[in-house]
């Protein structure tokens, strides 16, 4: 393995328990309205599923009910510690990276799913992905993650802007696609302490002073409406692709 893969590695490891937290405490419900989703659409049930770079194995609890063979990759031994806390006899868990997997695996599955991966940046890299199913291929990242308070002065995270370039990518290769946003809102809030402490280390004293006034005026709290989207991006692998590749 190389150096980057170690310490890649090394920085999943470190964080997989902080990760499992962050997920067992969310409400958000997106694994299960990802699986009531599929199901309507007559994606699920299916005989084989991959989980590309499944970390500690967020959609595995909800899934793996309705595959016969769910099979869930990644490069973490902490975070597939953790998922096989949800596993069950149709689940099997690989350690491995991303593309030594793609290029060494032989098998092609009803169902090539992934979501939030770090991993998948590329047009090379949307290519082995897809080359793993010969069903669907389902993508699944945030596309809107943004406040009333914080947001105008943060600065924006392009990671958000990759199911756009996926699109692109499928254009370009005349694959159709699909897609299904599953929207969340919430409300919480901030007071202007909390705010100032947060921007401490990002703005003068006097810019600071300034954002604050125009954000919360003469209050000592305000309310913040949080907005997260996440996009589905589904399609069906060419006939063509089973029979000569793209």
Not at 213 to 242: A, M
Request: hydrophobic share 35%.
């Amino acid at each position: 393995m190389s150096d980057y893969l170690n310490e890649l590695e090394t920085f999943w490891n470190d964080f997989a328990e902080e990760y499992e937290m962050i997920q067992q405490e969310s409400t958000i419900p997106i694994a299960e309205e990802l699986r009531d989703f599929l199901l309507a659409e007559n994606l699920l049930p299916c005989q084989t599923f991959l989980d590309l770079a499944g970390g500690s194995g967020r959609y595995l609890s909800t899934i793996k009910a309705y595959v016969q063979k769910y099979d869930l990759v990644d490069l973490s031994a902490e975070m597939l510690k953790l998922a096989a806390d949800k596993s069950d006899s149709n689940v099997q868990l690989i350690k491995n990276d991303q593309k030594n997997f793609l290029s060494q695996n032989k098998e092609r599955y009803n169902i090539v799913f992934s979501a939030m991966n770090p991993a998948l940046q590329t047009k090379e890299e949307l290519l082995a992905f897809c080359q793993a199913s010969h069903d669907w291929c389902l993508i699944l990242r945030v596309v809107t993650d943004e406040d009333q308070i914080f947001s105008p002065y943060e600065e924006k995270n392009s990671d958000l802007l990759l199911n756009d370039r996926y699109k692109t990518f499928l254009n370009e290769l005349n694959i159709p696609y699909r897609t299904k946003k599953f929207a969340y809102t919430n409300c919480e809030e901030i007071t202007r302490d909390f705010f100032q402490e947060y921007f401490m280390d990002d703005f003068s004293s006097t810019e600071l002073a300034e954002i604050t006034e125009k954000t919360f005026g003469n209050k000592l709290k305000k309310w913040n409406q949080q907005f997260l989207d996440f996009e589905l991006i589904y399609f069906h692998v060419p006939k063509t692709y089973n029979e000569i590749g793209f």
